[in-house]
């Protein structure tokens, strides 16, 4: 899309909404049809989270939104900011699980009396008929009313759910049953009159089929509650307060009034509050619940550190630069939670049948009674009627459509969950697609591979200057610039004693003046009336400086050692070579093996030279075709579309600005945390660690999140496929269908379940 047509859309925010009264795939359906209807609003609902992210354009206020939704018969509230250190709402007796609970237990204590002497002759006892229609009574009434109440409200608005198939289901068998009964009055007379191959009492069928699925209910509040735990875990990792330093004095404030600028004083063992610099002190930080790394990370002056990591060793003066939702832990959540809200393309097809799956079932019900009775002939005696009725009950109850409800949305919630405790965020359910059809990696070499942080190796001078005198000038031409080479040549410059006095006593270099630079090239300046250039060999050649034969080949001895090699200019005269090395991460090499056991074709793409590619491609197993040396910016994202003109669907992995672009032109771009804000916007997934290994979890993570939602699905779709026509040919007793029916439902959401263990054990080789 244009910059033009950016701009000429209309405003647009998002509201996240809490909505109370959804079941089932059939609500969220209707509630996403109803938002639909309002000019300009897209929604996506979640069944678990019982949520909704809503894009809302100019001109339509909240009251609106949550109107429409009432509208529908559901409630609706405007959910609050997340915060850092802040817990979910209602943690407490308003769960769903915490009101079932009672329910439950009093169907299942007033269930089991009534299906022994409904089913066990031996158990009878004069009109047991009645104690059962009594038993039973509580059980079909306020211990089904969740399903007679979602039912009720659907119905105001001419809509059906699954809860119209349950409540339906339950009370025809319990009025059929008790207009029997009072049709006969002497029908349970004597023990034995009424067994499980006579009569036509169903008070069993009604207690047991309520109480199943209250259990898979109960069941699946729990499960969905677990699910949803990572994002709380994530929210409530950030410290509750913080000491600070006001007026030369350390006071204790709650974190959350912290303000941009404050200094925190952060004692061994204590959590950082808040995202800031380190303004004093050296220590070790501990960032596994951030980053998902176990290895502390050291820190000192200058060093950046996240709120909710810990403090190992040292005490530390932090200022602050990001507090409240600014945070990268609220972001983390932010992201988390808008991923979960979102809407996978393969849970489209889910939607579009459950819009019409339950008319259709109530239709297949009232025809499956119509023809067993057509089929028995003119006379029709009580056993044709209990099996007609028998059947219908059993369709109403076996295809209610929760398992496909749940299958994408639970699966979904488990496995960004998953990812936010292993640092690694998932951008939305797209995401989850485009990570199954990738073949091809792009990694750039410096800080996703290597470490990123060089040292000066060698410094070699040319004619008369002194290799003292060539690091000082270069060093102060590069103070001037942000490069990693340029942090590289001035650290070595302040501290170099190789003779000739190239810093004062302090570490000060002298000052650069006309300082200018150019990407990928070199820097330039005027240091102490002298002009000093550094950078590639390009670089000289535009400032029209002639490089001597012997010299040249001094620069390629150096680059063939795998060395990055700097010239070093001074007054139009080469003065000298500055050579640095970079050094791979710990676990390259084996995170590239993962990857390429995930079936993907890893490429390194670096600005370096190509000695210096080529050796660090061997060193952690990168085919020597596979190497990508002397690329620009710009060329990137040149490379990015050539592979994929070459019908290559291609990742890419990086974390710097000038790798913004190439990741957002790949088809799944990969942002490591450690790197800067303008990439990890860019990019479909971001691994808040840097390690490579990281970013081969994240593919893996993605990857069998989709294919647990897609196994829910199979499982949702066959249940009810071959359920249906089992009931509807009388082959499935009422209580069976619901038994199966609850158990569908809980099989899906422990399937999502087991993304909860990803992780936790290293890859199979």
Known sequence: MSNQELLRRPATRVVELDIEGMTCASCVNRVEKKLGKLDGVQASVNLPLESAHVTVPAGITDEQITATVEAAG????VRQPLKQGQGPAGETGDLPAAKLRPRLILAAVLTVPVFVISMVPAAQFPHWGWVAALLALPVVTWAAWPFHRAAAVNARHLASTMDTLVSIGVTAAYLFSAWQLLGDPRMTE????EGMETGGLYFEVAAVVTTFLLLGRFLEAN?????????????????????????????????????????????????????????????????SLVTGESVPVEVGPGSRVTGATINTSGRLLVRATRVGSETTLAQMARLVSQAQT????????????????????????????VLWLLFTGPDVGSDDLRSAFTAAVAVLVIACPCALGLATPVGLLTGTGRGAQLGILIKGPQVLEDTRTVDTILLDKTGTVTTGVLAVDATVAFGNFGEGEVLRVAGAVEAASEHPVARAITAAARADTTGLPTADDDGTLPAVEGFRSAPGGGVTGTVEGRVVLAGRTGWLEQNNITIPQEQQASLAAAEASGATAIWVAVDGLVAGIISLRDTLKDGSAAAIAHLKRLGLRPILLTGDNAAVAAQVAAAVGI?????????LPEGK??????????????AMAGDGVNDAAALAQADLGIAMGSGTDVAIEAADLTVMGNNLAQVAQAIELSRRTLATIKTNLFWAFFYNAVGIPVAALGLLNPMIAGAAMAASSVLVVANSLRLRSFGKQPPAS
């Open 342 to 369: 979102g809407k996978a393309p393969i849970a489209r097809l889910a939607d579009r049948i459950s819009s019409v799956f339950v008319p259709v079932v109530l239709a297949i019900a009232a025809l499956t009674f």
């Open 223 to 287: 499960a969905k509650q677990k699910a949803g735990d990572a994002l709380h875990a994530l929210l409530n990792l950030g410290a509750k307060d913080a000491t600070v330093l006001r007026d030369g004095k350390e006071q204790r404030i709650r974190a959350d009034l912290l303000q941009v600028d404050d200094v925190l004083v952060v004692r061994p063992g204590e959590k950082i509050a808040t995202d800031g610099v380190v303004t004093d002190g050296d220590s070790a930080v501990d960032a």
């Open 190 to 193: 004597h023990p034995g009159m």
């Open 623 to 631: 085919a020597k075709e596979d190497v990508y040396a002397g690329v």
């Open 74 to 77: 559901y409630k609706a509230t």
């Open 637 to 650: 994202v040149e490379a990015v579309r050539r592979l994929q003109a070459g019908g290559a669907t291609v």
